[in-house]
């Protein structure tokens, strides 16, 4: 029985052309494996490896089904694919060919042994907890959930942000500052690691809120339970705020209340068998690598 994949891409890939001609070729000349690609992605790899993918199938939109996704590209890639696929429950492989690929479960160069682990089912699947988001006086952007964090961001001014922050109905703390962070444990190590909170196991059922150089030195990241309702009210005298969803930002008006709380699906992230949360660390984030 043919495994059923489909394959997302970001268009800055010009510098990997050969080895994506060289996957491309390898994978669409599989029996063993159906491949779609996303029209856009799909449209920028004819005009960088022409004539490699032939008559290939494309989907548009979020109505596709599949056994496997494969994401291509960085992280940034892997959090829009994860938009995409929501609530459909396809695990997605990350494919590195950007930067850090904290998220991916193997570089491009390795595509022989990629493609035989897809044809094969050579990998083991986690589940990573997301962080839904809403809103009772204001429309969101469509599918409001992250993968790796939500962060409130002050907007075109020079002057701090204050976030009235709620955990579980009670008042917690009122933040001031350029913005807070609520990390779910696969975005520890990305935007929430950036401003000093802790990293967290990706299993952990845990959430992180972290302010955004916060003009009291004693307001701290704080870890709290991922069944945790945390409702978050920014002010500002710019009047507005930015709500940023992995990276999607939407502007806001100032007062507008949030509830943040844990989404009801998972996203399955593939990783390569034998591989461990302290192996990642240690190669992506040289984790105990002595500087000498």
């Not at 997302?8 to 491309?24: D, P, V």
């Not at 060919?97 to 990629?114: Q, R, V």
């Not at 806001?252 to 399955?268: D, H, M, N, S």
Request: charged share 15%; aromatic share 8%.
């Amino acid at each position: 029985m043919k495994k059923e994949i489909i394959v997302f891409g970001n268009r800055y890939q010009g510098t990997h052309a050969s080895e994506l001609q060289s996957f491309f070729s390898e994978l669409l000349n599989r029996s063993d494996i159906s491949v779609a690609i996303d029209r856009d992605y799909s449209d920028y790899l004819a005009e960088i490896i022409p004539g490699v993918l032939g008559q290939v199938r494309t989907i548009d939109g979020y109505e596709f089904e599949a056994d496997l996704a494969l994401s291509i590209g960085g992280d940034g890639t892997f959090l829009h694919t994860a938009n995409r696929i929501g609530s459909k429950q396809i695990p997605i492989m990350g494919i590195n060919s950007g930067y850090l690929g904290y998220l991916s479960a193997a570089p491009l160069s390795d595509f022989h042994k990629i493609i035989n682990d897809i044809a094969t089912g050579n990998y083991v699947i986690e589940q990573r907890s997301m962080l839904s988001v809403s809103c009772d006086t204001y429309p969101l952007q469509p599918r409001s959930f992250a993968l790796n964090e939500a962060a409130i961001i002050r907007q075109d001014t020079g002057s701090m942000i204050s976030v009235d922050t709620f955990v579980d109905g009670f008042h917690l703390a009122t933040y001031l500052g350029d913005g807070l962070i609520i990390s779910t444990p696969t975005g520890s190590t990305a935007y929430n690691l950036s401003v000093g909170g802790p990293i967290l196991a990706p299993r952990s059922a845990n959430w992180v809120i972290s302010p955004i150089a916060p003009h009291s030195l004693n307001m701290r990241p704080l870890v709290v339970g991922d069944d945790t309702v945390i409702e978050l009210q920014p002010h500002s005298r710019s009047n507005t705020f930015t709500l940023s969803l992995d990276g999607v930002a939407q502007p806001l008006p100032a007062g507008t209340r949030l509830k943040l709380a844990k989404a009801p699906f998972v996203t399955y992230v593939v990783l390569r068998n034998h591989h461990s949360f302290a192996d990642t660390l240690r190669s992506k984030l040289l984790w105990g690598v002595n500087s000498q």
